[in-house]
């Protein structure tokens, strides 16, 4: 399936439960075989994990991007650079209720906190299961 990055550079620890509930999806989908899960702190272990994987041609099957309880500058400009530089790859954004959401922009996928683990079910199987490939990309599935 590939590789999976929970990047959360303004709460590290924030992914730590929405990891548990993936690789528990990940088993009970028989999914798990074929997957790296990759957790990053910051944004520039964020990016020297993902340039390697794309310099060995292994586009990500999944970004999760936190945004924590108050978005940074920063933060949005590396989401945006993520969605400009890896159009294939499935980038879930985890956002709080203050932060302003683009509803016109349908190559956005943003999830409002906080999270259940059965709204993290439904979004693992909506993007790794019946749309592996986000539908904007010009990516083949």
Known sequence: ????????????GSLDRLSQWTLRWLLENDMAEDSTMYTCNT??????ILETALIT???PALIIFDHADRPTDMN???SKRLHNSIPE??????????MPIQKDDNSLYWIRRPL??????????????KTPTPQWADADN
């Open 1 to 12: 399936m590939g590789h999976i990055f929970f990047i959360a550079p303004s709460s590290p």
């Open 43 to 48: 944004i520039e272990e964020a990016v020297n």
């Open 57 to 59: 041609g292994d586009s």
């Open 76 to 78: 949005i400009a590396f």
């Open 89 to 98: 790859s499935w980038i879930v954004e985890i956002v709080p209720d203050s």
């Open 116 to 129: 259940t683990e059965d709204e993290w079910r439904e979004t693992l199987d909506q993007v790794l299961r």
